[in-house]
């Protein structure tokens, strides 16, 4: 795809940190939840190791907070969750598909129970607010849906306790994976989770004031400094390493999440009633024809696809490639492919279609190993 600049507009949102973002060396953008999102600094590869080493500061403004509050809040976040949020509690994130009438994925958001009558659902890339507003209007439920001045800023790497700490306090150490708390800072009450999209570990602090982004970030920045932090941004190569499925990508409302391997998140052997439990119960009961698994692809390095690549098994079609790119770690081509439930994710050999090039390729379970 050719590299054209992207000319801001109303529809098209920067956050608290672009400035800050833009002054660190940023050298592209994407487009995610109508928001400016950061796709790299130095290169893929120079960001992996980076991340895998060191520390990094990464604008995730675009993880959008919809909120969901009144007196019928907790019902409709249990309809509209996949997963059984009868439980939530306070402090606690819970990772929860959103799903259509036919089990298709609309969403996979983090959803944060603030209390009983609040809840925050930060999304991937797609218009939640709609979709719960439509439900609450068509179910005549009293409750209010609206998007806050929420904006995270995440702290991702091996060396994130040691910056939090520092800014936060030691007790930031003790927070545990999928956990929730409030800190001070500056007078304010930050909201902080231990969460992020890397398996380098870390955190995302939810700031509630976008007036407040430079200075928040500048805070972090010159503590960052003894632990040779950079900016950085969520990374192709890192989070297909590590298995992190990427909505938009990997999965679409073409796609189930037992068809994405999600099924762990799906509560259909409870009393719980959600939008499209009826079609995944039948999913469930049929078998898939399709699974999602990862592919090692062989030859030369290959650029990341801004299309899918298509997979053959004995000259038949068998399913396609959805992200791709080269793991100088693993020294081969990697990729996340929806393939047909006839081939198995324990290294069965493919054939992918890499431009006009057909190159061999072997299946593999997620996250690579």
């Given at each position: ?107 996979d958001p983090i959803i944060l129970c603030l209390d009983k009558n609040r809840y925050w659902l ?130 679409t409302r073409n796609d189930t999440p037992l068809e994405c391997g999600l099924g762990k998140y ?55 490639v959805t992200s791709a790119c080269y793991s100088a770690d693993f020294d081969t081509n990697l ?35």
């Amino acid at each position: 795809m050719a590299g054209f600049p992207i000319v801001a507009s109303r529809r098209l949102r920067s956050t608290p940190f672009t400035e800050r973002v833009e002054a660190a060396g940023l050298s592209s953008y994407s487009v995610y939840n109508h928001m400016l999102i950061p796709v790299s600094f130095a290169s893929l590869t120079e960001d992996c190791a980076h991340l895998k080493e060191h520390v990094q500061i990464w604008d995730v403004s675009v993880e959008r907070q919809v909120e969901i509050s009144g007196p019928d809040a907790h019902d409709l976040v249990m309809k509209l969750s996949a997963r059984d949020m009868s439980q939530a509690r306070q402090g606690k994130c819970y990772y929860a598909p959103i799903t259509d009438g036919q089990g298709g994925m609309l969403n996979d958001p983090i959803i944060l129970c603030l209390d009983k009558n609040r809840y925050w659902l930060s999304i991937a890339d797609s218009d939640v607010a709609l979709w719960a507003a439509g439900i609450a209007e068509g179910l005549g439920m009293n409750a209010t849906i609206h998007e806050p001045d929420v904006s995270p800023l995440a702290i991702q790497g091996p060396k994130s306790d040691d910056v939090m700490a520092a800014l936060f306090g030691e007790e930031i150490r003790t927070l545990k994976f999928f956990n929730y708390a409030y800190y001070d800072w500056r007078g304010h009450e930050l909201l902080i989770a231990r969460s992020g999209w890397s398996k380098q570990g870390g955190f995302e602090i939810y700031l509630h004031d976008s007036a407040l982004g430079t200075i928040l970030w500048d805070d972090l920045w010159e503590i960052g400094r003894a632990y040779e932090m950079r900016a950085g941004c969520p990374n192709l190569i890192e989070r297909i390493e590590g298995g992190l499925l990427s909505y938009g990508n990997d999965m679409t409302r073409n796609d189930t999440p037992l068809e994405c391997g999600l099924g762990k998140y799906v509560s259909l052997d409870s009393a719980h009633d959600f939008i499209g439990k009826k079609a995944l119960k039948i999913q469930a009961e049929q078998g898939l024809t399709k699974h999602i698994m990862g592919v090692k692809i062989s030859g030369p390095p290959i650029a990341p696809p801004a299309n899918i690549f298509s997979c053959r098994s004995d000259g038949r079609e068998a399913g396609i490639v959805t992200s791709a790119c080269y793991s100088a770690d693993f020294d081969t081509n990697l990729g996340i492919a929806m393939m047909s439930s006839s081939i198995s994710a324990s290294g069965d050999l493919i054939d992918i279609l890499v431009g006009d090039e057909w190159r061999s390729a072997q299946t593999s379970p997620l996250p690579f190993s």
